[in-house]
Nanobody, 123 residues
């Protein structure tokens, strides 16, 4: 059974930083591309960043470019999202997802999802 679990969310002041982590078990982690998504109250789910299975290719939403960095450690079955210069607009539930076939920032490209970790940025 596949489990995806996010951690590292919390409350931070605007301009601050957080590092989200996501571990996946029950799958061959280094065969999966991994993505981070977020959903703010009353809004749809938005793709934030994704990374290819061996970490060579990375993609960021325009809202994340220059502030967020995605990385992965396949030895630990873990993907990270380093978030700097956080803004109140970054407040959302952040989800991690694993996919095999088509990678990118579309949620339809992912097969397995975590329960999310809340990020709240105070102004």
């Amino acid at each position: 059974q596949v489990h995806v679990r996010e951690s590292g969310g919390g409350l931070v002041q605007a301009g601050g930083s957080l590092r989200l982590s996501c571990t996946a078990s029950g799958l061959n982690f280094d065969l999966y591309h991994m993505g981070w998504f977020r959903q703010a109250p009353g809004k749809g789910r938005e793709g934030v960043s994704c990374i290819s299975s061996v970490g060579i290719w990375k993609t960021y939403a325009d809202s994340a470019k220059g502030r967020f960095t995605i990385s992965r450690d396949n030895a630990k079955d873990t993907v990270y999202l380093e978030m700097n210069n956080l803004k109140p607009d970054d407040t959302a539930m952040y989800y991690c997802a694993a996919g095999r076939i088509n990678w990118g920032l579309s949620s339809s490209s992912y097969n397995y999802w975590g329960q999310g970790t809340q990020v709240t940025v105070a102004s």
